[in-house]
């Protein structure tokens, strides 16, 4: 599944009432005289209005993805629809795989590799964690069950796993930070 269409559409709705607020805001601070205080405070008023017109559309969208997958039933491999669906079973390697950081034997994994950069001097000083490498694999599997087993085929999906491997080295600028997910056979 892919939700990337669905959350550009959430940001491009929080963008229209964005700009609408900007221009309702502009249009009514020329017809009243504002002081420095009032203005700066009209500013910060405006900032947090627009951030949570934006947080409520974005955690509206996220609601409906998480109503979705809660409501798909987990089915049986013989009896499974087309479409989205939620299996329970054993999963086979169909290739032989192994995970990009730790070389563990996998059907399925996804890793990312971050850098801790850092911009600024003094009261500017901003630490962030900057992605220099991620992936995930995308050699098909099997998952089998008492009905049956169906063909896995990865490429491009969002899977939401549990991480099993995290490293991290050095400190402040140029640290590094390494973080693995993975399904094993079984």
């Known amino acids: 599944m892919d939700f990337q269409p669905r959350i550009n559409q ?8 964005t700009v609408l607020i900007f221009f309702a805001l502009l249009f009514l601070g020329y017809d009243i005289r504002l002081g420095e ?3 700066k405070l009209l500013i910060m008023l405006a900032t947090l209005l627009v ?4 947080m409520f559309f974005w955690g509206w ?14 089915s049986k491999i013989r009896s499974m629809p087309m479409g989205i669906v939620e299996l329970k079973g054993e999963a ?7 995970t990009k950081l ?3 034997n996998c059907v399925f994994y996804k890793y990312k590799v971050e850098r801790m950069t850092v911009t600024g001097y003094g009261k500017n000083r901003r630490r962030a964690w900057k992605v220099i490498s991620e992936g ?5 599997f099997y998952v089998r069950d008492s009905t049956g087993s169906v063909l896995i085929e990865p490429f491009n999906c969002d899977a939401l796993l549990e991480r099993k ?11 590094k930070r390494y973080s693995e997910w993975y399904v094993s056979p079984g």
Do not use: C, W
Request: zero cysteines; a negative charge; glycine letters at 10%.
């Open 10 to 17: 959430v940001i491009r709705n929080a963008g229209i009432v």
């Open 37 to 39: 205080n009032e203005l």
């Open 51 to 54: 951030l949570s017109v934006f």
């Open 61 to 74: 969208e996220l609601f409906g993805i998480k109503s979705m997958i809660e409501n798909i039933p987990t």
């Open 92 to 98: 086979l390697a169909k290739y032989s795989l192994l």
């Open 102 to 104: 730790n070389g563990i």
């Open 136 to 140: 995930q694999s995308i050699t098909p």
């Open 165 to 175: 491997y995290y490293h991290s080295e050095g400190y402040y600028d140029g640290a």
